[in-house]
């Protein structure tokens, strides 16, 4: 089964940076960045790129290069970015909301690293590197000495633009990298489909080193628009909420459990900050529709939440769907939606063969999105990308290893991971799916559940719940999922907790979770 999105024509040249140049040209005065009190035209902020993309070039860091950045969100940022963009390199993000020895090991998986941007406050973070480190404002002053103008740096859209780290199945650090027309194609996209302009401002929420980031940083500059940073090296969901209140923001891009704790936030407190937005764009995890149905049906929400799907190694974003058309009812689970422009979903078995309509298979991404691998990788994780052949022409695909199908009404359905299925006595299940009826329970808010083994090497299934309002009793639990879950698929334990902790990128931690359940039994009203 094929979901074919729209064919629309890019330019010859699909390079992201040109956009921004173009709206530096035409609204020179435009806001382009606001971070912490500070503020930078488009014209301002295309005179620092230029400035540091000579720079680059005039140390031999130019086209092909990698240039790594370890910055808190800033307007150094988003030159450093830009800069790298014009010298013809890809940026690598090294998010400093990591701790230091996880940033040590990605350095370590980077071939041919050139330089890294820092500031004094992240320089310690990455060092020793075994590539330079600059800080952007100890160069403030030679900077100013170069060019105001860009570097005359052919760029194509086959070129590398940005690479983000990836566990994928391993759990070994990947680079995903990512080209110019695949970059350009999403933002493209994006702003055709729905519509967005110079008034689009953004705010940025989630951690620089998620895929996410990406374009939530890049797509207000390629419309034009106003990018807003938060002044915070991890989210805080109280800044983010008075950011909104006080500034014409329209648009968010974030992870599904990020866009809970806004809601949350904005349910709990008042004011319609969130629901008065165009637009939130959100995914990366399995969606608990029942956190957004308040806030959705709340009377004055205008804002469209946009449920969408993708994966770094294909410029993040494959499809998406409108959550106002969902139906519990109709639905066991929320669809992912249509394929973005240029872009094509296949469902396949095994043998790389078509799956029927409406039958389960895994979830392969083709068109402009797919990126160049992983670099300096090799062995099994780059043998993802292959090549089929679709109708006598060989065609260039992701295998994501995610399990799926299209519905009846041509949306994609994501089920799980192909291989998260675990043996719990004698029966293969898959925990999303506890988590979705745990989910479904009264009084529950939330829940994930994680897989443990025992001393004997079998596995056991660890529920972690949040209560809507006192903890929930472990047999009372166990008792109401029996209604509906075979006994091998009722975790063994039942954990009541206050919130459910989340990654630097804004998803559920559950090695976090995993470490919890490593820890002597303290009964199941224990706060992780």
Request: charged share 20%.
């Amino acid at each position: 089964m094929i979901l074919q999105g729209k064919r629309v024509a890019l330019p010859p040249s699909p390079v992201v940076h040109r956009r921004f140049e173009e709206h530096a040209r035409t609204t020179p005065d435009a806001l382009a960045v606001v971070w912490s009190g500070r503020q930078v035209t488009y014209a301002e902020l295309d005179a620092r790129a230029n400035r540091f993309a000579h720079f680059l070039t005039a140390h031999g860091h130019g086209r092909g290069a990698k240039v790594g950045i370890c910055l808190d969100y800033s307007i150094d940022m988003i030159v450093a970015i830009l800069g790298t963009l014009k010298a013809g390199a890809a940026y690598i993000p090294f998010d400093p909301a990591y701790p230091a020895a996880r940033l040590h090991l990605l350095l370590g998986q980077v071939p041919d690293l050139a330089l890294i941007v820092a500031s004094p406050a992240t320089a310690a973070m990455v060092e020793p590197a075994g590539a330079e480190v600059i800080d952007l404002e100890q160069l403030a002053g030679h900077l100013a000495t170069l060019p105001a103008t860009g570097p005359d740096v052919h760029v194509t859209g086959d070129d590398l633009c940005y690479a983000v780290f990836t566990s994928g199945s391993t759990g070994t650090p990947k680079l995903a990298a990512v080209r110019h027309e695949g970059w350009f194609n999403l933002m493209n996209w994006l702003q055709l489909e729905y519509g967005l302009h110079r008034g689009s401002h953004n705010l940025v929420v989630s951690a620089f080193g998620f895929d996410l980031s990406q374009r939530a940083l890049m797509t207000p500059l390629f419309c034009g628009a106003t990018q807003h940073l938060m002044a915070s090296r991890n989210f805080d969901a109280m800044l983010a909420h008075r950011m909104l209140t006080q500034y014409d923001i329209r648009v968010v891009h974030c992870a599904s459990s990020t866009l809970y704790l806004l809601v949350d936030w904005e349910n709990a407190r008042g004011g319609d900050a969130l629901a008065r937005l165009d637009y939130v764009l959100f995914g990366g995890e399995p969606l608990k529709s029942e956190r957004l149905t308040r806030f959705a049906r709340r009377p004055g929400t205008t804002c469209t939440l946009l449920h969408q799907y993708g994966v770094a190694e294909c410029t993040d974003v494959a499809t998406s769907y409108d959550l106002a058309h969902y139906r519990p009812g109709e639905h066991d689970i929320a669809p992912v939606g249509r394929p973005a422009h240029n872009t094509a979903i296949h469902l396949l078995d095994a043998e790389l063969r078509e799956v029927p309509a409406g039958q389960y298979g895994e979830i392969c991404i083709s068109g402009a999105g797919v990126g160049a691998g992983y670099l300096g990788g090799s062995g099994p994780e780059n043998a993802k990308f292959t090549t089929v052949d679709v109708e006598g022409t060989p065609l260039r695909l992701y295998r994501t290893g995610d399990r799926g199908l299209i519905d009846d009404r041509g949306q994609l359905v994501v089920a799980g991971r192909m291989d998260a299925q675990v043996k719990v006595r004698g029966m293969r299940i898959d925990p999303t799916d506890v988590e979705r009826a745990l989910g479904r329970l009264t009084g529950v808010r939330e829940a994930a559940v994680v897989v443990t083994y025992n001393d004997s090497g079998e596995a056991e299934l660890n529920a972690f719940v949040v209560p809507l309002g006192n903890d929930l009793a472990e047999d009372d639990l166990r008792t109401r999922l029996l209604w509906t879950l075979p006994r091998n698929m009722v975790p063994s334990r039942f954990t009541n907790i206050l919130r459910l902790p989340l990654s630097p990128h804004g998803k559920v931690d559950r090695a976090a979770l995993a470490d919890v359940c490593r820890t002597p039994y303290a009964g199941s009203n224990s706060l992780a």
